[in-house]
């Protein structure tokens, strides 16, 4: 039998990415970064675009290369066709569609969170279904009901910031430099996350919340800056600490809720947030707890990559799932309906 051989392209955001993915083993794992927006504290769509038709033919053969596929030999060509910036979408999916048309090979357009999610399927170990995967990233926040590769349901989903949001823009509130989430991280590890207080949102059911969190801590810092310009500077990792425990706690909590509608006890993290140290070992203990068995990916596939592209493609391929040449991308689909 003739080996799948598939290459995917990421582009979604700001990271260029192209993984090659051979019988669902992943050969290659290729990402570019764009340090452009870090002066501008946030993705500017434009150059975002700008810098991915400057990176993709790179990126694509450093893939090829290093995962020893000539591009002949592929089976498929997969992108990402939903959601993200519209501009860098379009990169992708053209690149992508017109290397399908060079080769007459199938076109497999992959939803990016549905990708996040089957990142925990890259390496061993792999969770069974059914499982719960709570994915969070700087755009979205949802609890995820894995009942096959191909077949999820989204059962909560945040109302209004994702997890990503509220941690950056809390970094922005305290004064840290974009992107601002890693460093709350960072300084958290030296902090006490009991030393101030910050509400849980009450909200109902399985969604989720982060706009009056987002309040509720410029509110302390306007307050306490009053008292002591300097109090920041003098509690950094303290407030670091706080402010990632209160938002970890709020995601597990809603995962143990979850948990206890479903009767499911299999979980896993996805997306850019589970990278945090602290929802990595807040897993750990609430799994320890609740006799959960828990899965988590290496931290490059966490981040937005190809890698995870290839994996949900290579399910897609298998299935016959296939997309028309005249596709189109969207900045924003709807996903596990």
Not at 31 to 36: L, S, T
Not at 72 to 95: D, K, M, R, Y
Request: proline fraction near 5%; aromatic fraction near 8%; hydrophobic fraction near 45%.
């Amino acid at each position: 039998m003739t080996a799948v051989k598939i290459l995917a392209i990421e582009s979604s955001c700001d990271e260029t990415s192209a993984s090659v993915l051979v019988d669902g083993k992943v050969l290659s794992n290729i990402i570019a970064n764009q340090a452009v927006h870090e002066q501008y504290g946030g993705v500017v769509p434009e150059l975002a675009s700008r810098a991915h038709q400057e990176n993709i033919v790179p990126v694509v053969d450093a893939a090829l290369k290093q995962a020893g596929v000539d591009m002949h030999e592929l089976s498929a060509i997969a992108f990402t066709q939903s959601p993200g910036l519209i501009g860098s979408l379009l990169v992708g999916s053209c690149f992508a569609k017109s290397m399908a048309l060079a080769l007459n090979i199938p076109l497999i357009g992959v939803h990016h969170m549905q990708a996040h999610v089957l990142a925990n399927f890259i390496e061993d170990p792999k969770p069974s279904f059914p499982f719960l995967c709570l994915t969070v990233s700087g755009g979205h926040t949802q609890i995820v009901q894995c009942n096959s590769p191909l077949n999820m349901k989204v059962i909560g989903e945040t109302l209004d910031d994702a997890a990503g949001e509220a941690f950056d823009k809390s970094a922005k509130l305290i004064g840290l430099p974009y992107p601002g989430g890693p460093l709350i991280d960072k300084h958290a590890k030296e902090g006490n996350p009991l030393r101030f207080k910050f509400t849980e949102p009450q909200i109902p059911g399985l969604n989720f919340s982060f706009s009056g969190l987002k309040t509720g801590i410029l509110y302390f810092l306007q307050e306490n800056r009053a008292k002591d310009p300097e109090f920041v500077e003098k509690n950094l990792a303290d407030i670091c600490a706080s402010i990632q425990h209160r938002i970890v706690t709020i995601l597990l909590n809603k995962l143990v809720k979850a948990s206890e509608e479903t009767g499911i006890r299999q979980m896993s993290i996805a997306g850019g947030v589970s990278a945090n140290s602290g929802l990595r070992k807040g897993l750990a203990e609430y799994a320890a707890k609740h006799n959960w068995q828990y899965y988590i990916p290496k931290f490059e596939y966490c981040t937005d990559n190809a890698a995870m592209i290839a994996m949900t493609a290579y399910y897609k391929y298998l299935a016959g799932e296939f997309v028309p040449l005249d596709v189109v991308p969207s900045a924003r689909a709807v996903f596990g309906e």
